[in-house]
């Protein structure tokens, strides 16, 4: 079984300038009002733009979803997730194993005109994708503001 969701927003900023953002775990919950916290495992406060180093390919990343009670629950049990695909300026994806299941967030990129279409795709899998998506899948699906 298969839950998704796929959204597309203009950006009146260029791709560098989204990926700049994008790429910096600390402004996730400033951009995405269904994250509460979005960590490099092992590198707190080491990534960003002026810092020692951006996010890598194979990074552990630990996401916070903002439901309160879920949310907390999902902290305390879940297993990091990993950044799979990352292209500079272009493609953001992170992964998370889940009983039964797992789920991937995409971003990607397109420069248009004087901006940037963001896409997002959220996808859960599994046998257990249905209930997953119930309690957390669409929380972090959310409508892109």
């Keep these: ?41 092992g590198a707190e406060g080491l990534v960003g733009p002026g810092a020692a180093r951006r996010l890598r390919l194979g990074d552990e990343v630990k996401v916070l979803p903002s439901a309160r009670v879920r949310g907390s629950i999902h902290g305390l049990t879940a297993p990091p997730a990993t950044i799979t695909a990352l292209e500079t300026d272009a493609v953001l994806e992170w992964t998370q194993a889940q009983p039964g299941g797992g789920t991937a967030q995409r971003y990607e990129l397109t420069p248009q005109g004087s901006g940037t279409l963001m896409t997002r795709r959220t996808e859960s899998t599994g046998p257990l994708a249905a209930a997953w998506w119930a309690s957390l899948g669409g929380p972090l699906s959310h409508d892109l503001s």
């Design 1 to 41: 079984m298969s839950m998704s969701r796929t959204q597309t927003r203009f950006l009146a900023a260029s791709p560098e300038q989204v990926w700049d953002v994008l790429s910096t775990p600390s402004l996730w919950p400033a951009f995405a009002d269904d994250v509460q916290s979005f960590t490099v495992v």
